[in-house]
């Protein structure tokens, strides 16, 4: 039998330096890890606390103007049931990214990067949403939904 090192229990608050690994896709996948722990947190922070604890967890993102700190991807063969997905992971980075903006201060210096991936992430996905394939078709639809009602995101009344 091999001994294990038991960890202190951890939050997610407590998370840090989630580095690269956090905004590249793997495979197919739709949501990346990062943004979707991103996104949850400032639902439960307040905007100074999330951008101190954006900062930690993120170090990566650009604190000036940069368009291209998280491409978008694009879908070689959308009639391809797996890289259809990619399409999808357009859209869900849209609204983490548009959850995330709207997490910040008002004057937080990472705001022109993310609005910028965002608008990048939500023209590319938006114009997936074709019906031409049922890949992706059958789904994406529901994505696109949730990202232009802006479903997640709290608004000032």
Do not use: C
């Not at 495979?27 to 639902?43: K, Q, Y």
């Not at 999330?50 to 070689?76: E, R």
């Not at 992971?89 to 910040?104: D, H, P, T, Y």
């Not at 990202?147 to 608004?155: A, D, F, K, N, W």
Request: charged share 25%.
């Amino acid at each position: 039998m091999v001994a294990r090192e038991i960890q202190e229990p951890r939050t997610v608050a407590e998370d840090s330096d989630f580095g690269s690994s956090g905004v590249i896709p793997i495979s197919h996948h739709r949501h990346i890890p990062g943004l979707a722990e991103a996104d949850v947190m400032r639902r439960v922070l307040a905007p100074n606390e999330f951008a101190k604890w954006l900062t930690d967890f993120l170090p990566q993102l650009p604190n000036k103007s940069n368009s291209d700190w998280l491409p978008i991807v694009v879908s070689p063969d959308p009639s391809d049931p797996k890289l259809a997905h990619l399409d999808g992971l357009n859209l869900s980075r849209a609204w983490m990214l548009e959850g995330i903006l709207s997490g910040l201060p008002k004057d937080d210096p990472r705001r022109d990067t993310l609005q910028k991936a965002a608008e990048a992430h939500r023209r590319a996905g938006l114009a997936a949403v074709t019906g031409e394939h049922y890949e992706g078709g059958h789904w994406l639809g529901s994505f696109a939904v949730y990202l232009v009602t802006q479903r997640g995101i709290e608004h000032a009344r």
